[in-house]
């Protein structure tokens, strides 16, 4: 595998810094420093199916990730939910991935409250990241999310397409995103109402493999917090 390098690919480049200048005018966040580093991201957890085994990698291969939970899955898991805080970092994906709700301020802080008080009685802690349910602000102001909820919302700079890809697709996709500061999308659950449903086995199988292409381009995978500190 060769080693990484920028100048085979300047357009998407170029592309990304303009993509990730409207993103810092707004506060939302899609890469991070260019140092080599990436933060692998997992949405729609915890799942009982698939968030352990995911756990599991990581911990065999000392990787750091960011897990965005959905309140209604931290709901119907709450001890795994905790041991997710424990091991790695833990994100908010919204309570109920509610697409209308970014559309009406209103229905999003009810959203964010609920899940945020959620975190609060069964994990015991609070998110710093939030990102918007499909990724979408809709009408809601990032930094009003900041301002208000103490979360900075993180989007992706590439990702995997594991929730219609199988395990060498995934490899492929997420071999194609990968760059310094990139932030990059995985799944552990499902999403209620997702028009992707099914299992997240081939994440899985591919996790392994995506650990071997970072080292192979010598990037380190952290979480969104460690990729975005100063240090």
Request: proline content about 7%; overall charge neutral.
């Amino acid at each position: 595998m060769r080693p990484f390098s920028f100048s085979h690919r300047p357009l998407r480049a170029l592309r990304r810094g303009v993509r990730a200048a409207r993103a810092v005018m707004s506060g939302l966040v899609m890469h991070g420093p260019a140092r080599p580093e990436v933060a692998l991201t997992f949405d729609d957890g915890p799942s009982p199916e698939h968030t352990p085994a995911i756990l599991d990698i990581l911990a065999s291969r000392g990787a750091r990730a960011t897990f965005f939970l959905l309140g209604t899955s931290v709901e119907r898991s709450p001890d795994l939910a905790r041991r997710v805080h424990a091991e790695q970092e833990i994100g908010c994906h919204s309570y109920a991935h509610d697409r209308s709700a970014v559309n009406d301020p209103e229905a999003f802080r009810v959203d964010t409250e609920k899940a945020l008080d959620l975190f609060d009685r069964a994990v015991h802690a609070r998110p710093r990241h939030y990102r918007f349910p499909w990724g979408n602000p809709g009408r809601i102001a990032p930094r009003d999310v900041e301002r208000r909820f103490g979360m900075v919302c993180v989007h992706w700079s590439g990702g995997g397409f594991d929730e219609r890809s199988g395990a060498d697709a995934i490899v492929r996709n997420i071999e194609d995103a990968l760059e310094p500061g990139a932030i990059l999308l995985l799944h552990d659950g499902c999403a209620p109402g997702s028009v992707y449903a099914g299992s997240r086995e081939p994440t899985v199988r591919a996790l392994p493999r995506i650990l071997d292409a970072l080292e192979a381009r010598g990037l380190r995978a952290v979480t969104v917090g460690e990729l975005l500190s100063a240090g």
